[in-house]
C-alpha cells in the first residue's frame, strides 16, 4: 500500500522560509516523478512545483520562480519544498503527489498525471 505523508508546514510571517517534506512508501520512489501542489478555499488545485524521476527536470509555477525550490532525496523516500520569501498568497494546503507511471518525465504539471496524494499540510502566511 503506497503511503504518502507531507510535513512542515505552518504559521509564518510574510518573507520567512518553510521547508515542506512528503515521505513516500509502498513503491520504489526513485523510480517516479513527483510533485507538490496546492490548493486555497475556492480554487482549484495548481501545481506549484514537480520534479522528474531522473531529477533531469523541474517545473515551478510563474508564483513561485525564484523563492521556491524542489528537491529529493531518493536514499530516503523523500521530496522537499524549499519556500522563501513567502507571500500572503501563498496560503494554501500544501499537497505531495507522485505520478502513476514510472520513468515518465511528461506532465510534471498535470495533476491528472499523478494517483497517490498525501493528504496535505497547511501553509499559512500573515501580512
Known amino acids: 500500500q503506497v503511503q504518502v505523508v507531507e510535513s512542515g508546514g505552518g504559521l509564518v510571517q510574510a518573507g520567512g522560509s518553510l521547508r515542506l517534506s512528503c515521505t513516500v512508501t509502498?513503491?520504489?520512489?526513485?523510480?517516479?516523478?513527483m510533485g507538490w501542489f496546492r490548493q486555497s478555499p475556492g480554487k482549484e488545485r495548481e501545481a506549484v512545483s514537480c520534479?522528474?524521476?531522473?531529477?533531469?527536470?523541474?517545473y515551478y509555477a510563474n508564483s513561485v520562480k525564484g523563492r521556491f525550490t524542489v528537491s529529493r532525496d531518493n536514499a530516503k523516500n523523500t521530496l522537499y519544498l524549499q519556500m522563501n520569501s513567502l507571500k500572503p498568497e501563498d496560503t494554501a494546503k500544501y499537497y505531495c503527489?507522485?505520478?502513476?507511471?514510472?520513468?515518465?518525465?511528461?506532465?510534471?504539471?498535470?495533476?491528472?498525471?499523478?494517483?497517490?496524494w498525501g493528504q496535505g499540510t497547511q501553509v499559512t502566511v500573515s501580512s
Open positions: 503527489a507522485s505520478q502513476s507511471v514510472a520513468w515518465r518525465a511528461a506532465g510534471l504539471s498535470d495533476n491528472s498525471y499523478y494517483n497517490h
Open positions: 520534479i522528474s524521476w531522473s531529477i533531469g527536470s523541474t
Open positions: 509502498g513503491l520504489p520512489f526513485d523510480w517516479y516523478s
